[in-house]
């Protein structure tokens, strides 16, 4: 780490440290190893390593996870014995850790309050951080990802002597990352950084002046493609020309392209020729053709994004159309684009153009996120901004999304993104490098936009003023397509919903932000003294409304939150949904608390004719920044009113066409209440907001049958009322042969779930199904409670027989959980909610399934009750006209999680005995695709699923 001469320097010695523990709370877990590295100039100097015993035993995952025992740590000095000595060893030398807190937090705990014992006095520079600064789009910042992007041996993971080793040389290479950047970019993020991280940011500005391009970017070589980088568009300069009349296309030459020989077996190595596919491919490309909806069921193994992608490309080249293609997950919105694009670029003959697009939200203002740090910033609010300096100079796409670094938090992230504020347009001075505008531009000229459901019914929403008009549309996922409808076109109200109005007009946390803060800057800056005081006084008139708004909306919420019982016969909700103002003499939220009610509507509408009223006093006068000055209190003006307007709607629920209801969260520090509406049917506006404005939709998933018919998905989106003649219905099936690949089994013999114990008897099977696996475990909860409890019980028994145990909620995020699952071949993970579906784990990390609970929609969830009471209005049985068959969908969305390959096998095992005991459960077994064993006793299960072959090629 030689300093260029003449230049400052960094730290020349330092001290990487580690420590390993039985737990991740200092106040109850305790130290077991200790490990720290000396470095000078680039070179081990020396080492501390030493064992710890810290009075308990150390809990199986741990072991597991450290390799370190009780035998270990057996005889071991206690940590009041050692840490002396490693205070001594650490000395006035800087330290580098990573997570620097934690592993300080467990020395202060050690040290017991006595100063001469506490570690950092010679400073302390955390990895963690200076990685997340310096490597925003490094997916994940943990040390083993870390090391293994810089190329760093590490022999030895959780270990404290190889971390501390490990981490001390990450900061080397931080370093060398840190001097390429150029002293503009370094100013920046200066102006952000902790005192710490400044400290480096400093010499590393003095090393750059004269030495490199100010806004010199990192060059990180063949490392870079580890790193996201989105798109916007692709193939922008391939133009698109309208056609006067529709042009077919050659399904001939586009089945060619999967043919045994073709473009695409040539370039995939592990291709199969699936008559599915070619079924499903040539069904949409005539659905485009002759303009006709299509609703198509391709099972697992079809290769669906292919299948609708090669005739849509096709199509929109021919006829110079744009398609979109519409996902439910941002995870596939962007495998699209960024995997299967770049693909069909290559292999396809014709040129096309391709956008992503995703809500403004996503994206990144730049005119805001320059104007942010000169502004009233909190020292804690800068360090979290610190992840996007270097990053929105890097960025070519502006989406958030390829930040991993940046914790994405409501009111920081909305000071900056392109949602957070009033938008200029083509007359904002960032309009040329605005990422927004970019992206709708590329979506406007591109054959073919890749979107999600969520953005696709905004833009219905709002009149098509996002996507702009189009006649043909791709919606994958569709099974989800009621229920994102649903929540589109609810109207919803909320406290923080009211704070983000308000703040952002004005806000006082230890120093003044929003823009009245700022308009009252240039006020008093300005030379017109006659107007200007005059707009000085409306805006400190506004700022006192602002205020008065503030308290009504959180007196409003409070007496809501107190008082939520009384709409809920006296019971008290911790957590849930309460519903509420539908049926007889129920109350409302809006006759419950009158009084504060329109207190809080009048105000906001007070704010509203405050904000009108100073835009126009503004527009008269001569400030620099007039016309953005406008514009803003505009959008602040529409914003205050619509918040009032929806205030009172969800309050009076007097709209008989919605259901109304409380989301209820209790936390340490109170409780929270927010407001919600959705209407009771989508199906009728379903007609009216899409299907009339397009030519042509085809509506795809895995799992859109029931008992062999479109009926229910049909009758639930509104497409039965469409002509019999505009509708095409197929399903195509799977290429998987289910019977011969897996073994479904019922476990009969337990008591019913709602039983008393019964998380027990799960975790007691789990644990027999589990520990002799020699593949993945993947066990489906429809519950987190039970969840908890099931992991709790499962952890310590199955780690001792070496499987690792991963849960949903304890320990990474579902992605970091999803990674770490398909690396280890024989681990176990418990998972709910999102894991049901989107899951995509081929080969022997998961070859069993068990899915403990039949995933019936949630009977007291007001959407699901009133769309029962709806049924049962017109003389039919809910249960069986929509609980089960929502019921089913999801089971076989869990159940397609086992098989993803022709060569995978496996077990699902389905540890609820409703489906044997109850007469829905024939009904619901029939909607698997292989036959189910009901086995009556333990003995039976483990004798049929013994039949699975344990033999099988990797994929």
């Known amino acids: 780490m030689t300093a260029a001469p003449g230049s400052a320097e960094y730290p020349r010695t330092f001290i990487g440290l580690d420590l390993e523990t039985t737990g991740v709370d200092s106040s109850i877990d305790r130290i077991i190893e200790i490990g720290a590295t000396r470095i000078t100039d680039g070179e081990v100097v020396d080492t501390f ?47 580098v850790a990573h997570s620097a807190g934690f592993d300080l937090a467990f020395l202060a705990a050690a040290a017991k309050g006595d100063p001469d014992l506490l570690a950092g006095r010679g400073g302390v520079f955390d990895t963690l951080g200076i990685s997340r600064a310096l490597l925003p789009r490094l997916p994940s910042h943990r040390l083993a990802k870390l090391v293994e992007f810089f190329g760093i041996t590490h022999e030895h993971a959780h270990r404290a002597g190889d971390d501390a080793r490990a ?52 060059d990180h070589g063949e490392r870079a493609g580890e790193l996201l980088r989105y798109d916007n568009a692709r193939r922008v300069e391939t133009p698109r020309f309208p056609t006067e009349e529709k042009m077919d296309i050659d399904l001939d030459a586009l089945e060619g392209l999967f043919e045994e020989g073709g473009a695409i077996s040539q370039r995939l190595s592990d291709y199969e020729v699936r008559r599915e596919q070619l079924q499903m491919m040539r069904a949409v490309g005539d659905a485009l053709v002759a303009g006709v909806h299509l609703v ?81 910033l909190s020292p804690s609010e800068r360090a979290e901004l610190l992840p996007l300096a270097l990053w929105e100079e890097e960025t070519t796409s502006g989406d958030i999304s390829e930040n991993a670094a940046f914790r994405r938090r409501g009111y920081l992230w909305s000071r900056v993104s392109s949602d957070g504020g009033p938008c200029l347009g083509q007359r904002c001075p960032s309009s040329d490098r605005c990422y927004l505008l970019n992206a709708r531009r590329a979506a406007q000229s591109a054959h073919v936009v890749i979107v999600n459901h969520s953005l696709l019914f905004s833009d219905t929403e709002a009149g098509n003023r996002i996507l702009g008009e189009y006649s043909y549309l791709v919606c994958d996922e569709a099974h989800n397509i009621e229920q994102i409808a649903t929540e589109h076109l609810g109207r919803r109200a909320s406290i923080w919903r009211a704070r983000a109005v308000l703040d952002s007009l004005y806000r006082k946390d230890g120093v003044e932000s929003g823009d ?87 105000m906001f509408k007070v704010v509203a004719g405050g904000s009108e009223a100073l835009s126009n006093l503004v ?66 506006l379903m007609g009216d907001f899409l299907y009339s404005r397009l030519d042509s939709i ?34 195509v099936g ?72 991963l849960g949903q909620g304890h320990g990474g995020g579902a992605s970091a959980l999803l990674d770490q699952f398909a690396k280890e071949i024989d681990s176990v993970l418990l998972a709910t909610s999102s894991f049901w579906e989107g899951v995509d784990v081929p080969g022997r990390s998961l070859e069993q399934l068990i899915i403990v609970k039949l995933p019936f929609p949630v009977p007291r969830d007001p959407v699901v009750e009133a769309h029962c009471e709806r049924y049962e209005m017109e003389g039919e049985r809910s249960f069986d006209r929509y609980m089960v068959p929502r019921t089913a969908i999801r089971l076989r969305q869990g159940f397609g999680r086992l098989i993803r390959s022709t060569t995978d096998t496996g077990v699902v095992v389905f540890l609820d005995s409703r489906l044997e005991t109850k007469r829905y459960g024939a009904r619901l077994l029939e909607q698997l695709p292989t036959p189910a064993f009901i086995a009556h006793s333990e003995e039976e299960l483990l004798r049929a699923i013994g039949a699975v072959p344990v033999e099988q090629a990797d994929s």
């Not at 205050?640 to 205030?647: I, K, V």
């Not at 099931?790 to 199955?798: E, Q, S, W």
């Open 49 to 95: 390593e030493a064992f710890v015993d810290p009075g308990i035993s150390i809990p199986p995952d741990v072991v597991y996870l450290t390799g370190i025992t009780d035998r270990d740590v057996s005889g071991a000095p206690r940590v009041e014995d050692v840490l002396p000595d490693l205070i001594r060893y650490l000395g006035d030398d800087p330290l």
């Open 167 to 218: 981490v001390a040389f990450l900061f080397i290479e931080l370093l060398g990352v840190l001097d390429q950047i150029g002293s503009a970019i370094v100013g920046r993020m200066l102006r952000l950084a902790s005192p710490e991280i400044a400290k480096l940011l400093e010499v590393a500005k003095e090393r750059s002046e004269g030495r490199l391009d100010p806004f010199a970017l990192p």
């Open 296 to 376: 198509i069921e391709a099972g697992t193994g079809v290769g669906k994004s292919l299948a609708y992608l090669v005739p849509s490309i096709a199509f929109a080249v021919a006829n110079g159309e744009r398609v979109i293609v519409s996902t439910n997950t941002k995870n596939l919105q962007e495998q699209l684009f960024m995997k299967d694009m770049p693909f069909l670029e290559e292999t396809m003959a014709d040129e096309f153009s391709a956008a992503l697009l995703k809500g403004r939200g996503n994206y990144i203002c730049v005119e805001r996120w320059r104007g942010i740090a000169q502004r009233g």
């Open 516 to 602: 009245l803060a700022e308009l009252l800057e240039e006020a008093q800056a300005g030379d017109d003294a006659g107007i200007l005081s005059t707009v000085a006084v409306a805006a400190r008139r506004l700022v006192d409304d602002v205020s008065q708004a503030q308290a009504a909306s959180e007196a409003f919420f409070a007496a809501l939150s107190e008082r939520h019982e009384e709409l809920n016969d006296g019971r008290r909700v911790e957590f849930g949904k309460l519903r509420y103002g539908q049926r007889k003499d129920d109350e409302t939220a809006g006759t419950l608390l009158a009084g504060e009610l329109e207190e809080a509507v009048r």
């Open 619 to 684: 527009a008269d006068t001569d400030l620099a920044r007039v016309d953005s000055i406008v514009q803003g209190l505009t959008f602040h003006t529409e914003r205050a009113r619509t918040f009032a307007r929806d205030l009172d709607y969800v309050a009076s629920a007097a709209d008989p066409e919605s259901v109304f209801w409380l989301e209820v969260r209790t936390y340490r520090e109170g409780r929270e209440c927010e407001m919600r509406s959705a209407p009771v049917s989508v199906s009728e």
């Open 698 to 731: 085809v509506m795809t998933s895995a799992t859109l049958t029931v008992d062999e018919s479109f009926g229910f998905f049909m009758e639930r989106v509104g497409l039965d009322r469409l002509p019999d003649w505009k509708v095409i219905e197929l399903d």
């Open 734 to 805: 799977s290429p998987y042969d289910h019977d011969r690949q897996s073994i479904a089994a019922v476990a009969a013999w337990l008591p019913a779930p709602s039983s008393s114990g019964f998380n027990q008897v799960v975790a007691d099977l789990v644990v027999k199904l589990a520990a002799p696996a020699e593949g993945g475990t993947l066990v489906l909860f429809t519950a987190r409670s039970s969840l908890d409890a099931v992991f709790k019980a499962v952890r310590d028994p199955l780690t001792a027989r070496g499987k690792l145990v």
